[in-house]
């Protein structure tokens, strides 16, 4: 169950957060700014690359590295493939994760290591594999750890993990809010030198601030009628999310969502992008998670059992792609199922509208603000745009994971 009542007391939400997930989602924009400043004072500023790499490979336990290997594989597109390098071990413990190269990897490819804690025996023997293949070797983690002087030793640049401006040791979830933004700010100013993505210095800013007005209207401090994340925590209780993603920087957003969801709030999620959900996710529409299954029973103990788990679409869109958008046949589907839909869309978060940046259609209503009739017909956003977009969808998602997680208790 979902205490709404809590969304609203900020002091109390604080008590709450417990493992400090609200300032780790309040302080992403600090953690841009100090870690382009570390990335630059290790040099990387003045790294001249022999060229692009034929593949970048991407090694880290967790999700926040997860969702690393996923933002890149994004914003490079088909100039570079990036490959993640999925961990195996008997355990998800530090000491019994390894990683092993494809056979493939050699000379023209490059590989990144990032991880939150630099411990793990694993990816230090990672280091040493990909040097002895002629692979460039590069690590973000925290200064001083094992895994930095691993990499110093293979001749690769380690690259030190930016701490929270006020805490030292990260929060205990690997889905944690600030962690993303220490492990992929140096790597995104990394593939900029070689050229794969846009992401000068300026950029990488604009995303900061971009990152902090987010936090503003999705603080603790704002009213759940004027914070997206708040009124999306609010909508998903007792449902089960169907994340929907339209454009490819929605794609990463929406899974890192579902994680997180998973990982902060211990509920499930599952994630897709349009237009193949409709099919992956249509039976799910119309089953014992549809909206108008199984009747309320007029006998039912409502206090003692808990509301049956209901689906509800969530559509995460990150550009306009005008009359080849599928939202138009998401919000049929899934209206004409009597299931909820919550819509996000970046560039309708204006700060002077803090109701823009969200709507939710309920069954039956068809011209509420989360269902509008057709897509704009704005350009596709490209390069720094489509950064400070995927910046702006995962603020707004991270805040409502975490309120979703408070408020229920997890």
């Known amino acids: 169950m979902l205490d709404e009542s809590l969304l609203d007391a900020p002091e109390a939400l604080a008590r709450a957060d417990r493992r400090r997930l609200l300032r780790g989602a309040a302080e992403a924009g600090a953690r841009v700014r100090t870690a382009a400043r570390h990335a630059a ?17 991407m090694a880290g336990p967790g999700a926040a590295a997860n969702a690393a290997a996923d933002i890149l594989g994004s914003l490079a597109g088909a100039g570079c493939p990036v490959v993640r390098l ?28 990032a991880t939150p804690d630099g411990t793990e025996p694993g990816l230090a023997l990672l280091a ?15 200064d001083r750890t094992p895994l930095g002087e691993a990499v110093d030793g293979v001749h690769g640049l380690a ?29 995104l100013m990394l593939l900029d030198r070689t050229g794969l993505v846009s992401a000068p210095t300026d950029a990488l800013e604009r995303v900061a601030d971009r990152l902090d007005r987010t936090a503003e209207r999705c603080g603790p401090a704002t009213a759940t009628y004027a ?23 929605a794609g990463p957003a929406g899974r890192r969502f579902a994680a997180a969801i998973g990982e902060l709030a211990g509920r499930p999620a599952l994630a897709a992008q349009l237009p193949e959900a409709l099919p992956a996710h249509g039976a799910l529409l119309t089953g014992t998670l549809a909206a108008g299954a199984d009747p309320d029973d007029f006998f039912r103990d409502r206090v003692d059992e808990a509301p049956a788990l209901r689906a509800r679409v969530v559509l995460l869109r990150d550009r306009a792609t005008g009359k080849l958008s599928a939202a138009p046949a998401a919000r049929e589907l899934a209206l004409g199922h009597d299931t909820a839909i919550s819509e996000l869309e970046p560039g309708l978060t204006g700060d002077d509208d803090p109701h823009a940046p969200h709507g939710s259609g309920d069954p039956g209503d068809h011209g509420g603000p989360g269902t509008p009739g057709e897509p704009r017909d704005d350009a596709d956003r490209t390069g720094d745009d489509a950064l400070e977009a995927l910046a702006e969808l995962i603020a707004v998602t991270d805040f409502a994971a975490v309120y979703l997680a408070l408020a229920s208790g997890a």
């Open 41 to 57: 004072e290790a040099g990387l500023a003045d790294l001249r690359p022999d060229g692009r790499p034929r593949a970048v490979l």
């Open 86 to 113: 999925d961990p195996t071990g008997v355990a998800a413990a530090p000491g019994a994760l390894r990683w092993a190269l494809p056979g493939w990897a050699g000379p023209v490819d490059l590989l990144l290591i």
């Open 128 to 142: 040493e594999q990909a040097y002895r293949r002629g692979c460039t070797v590069v690590s973000v983690a925290p």
């Open 159 to 187: 690259l030190p993990m930016a701490t929270a401006p006020y805490e030292q040791d990260e929060p205990d979830a690997a889905s944690a809010p600030g962690a993303l933004w220490a492990l992929l700010t140096p790597l």
């Open 227 to 249: 914070n997206p994340a708040k009124t999306l925590a609010a909508e998903l209780a007792d449902s089960l999310p169907l994340i929907w993603t339209e454009g490819p920087s």
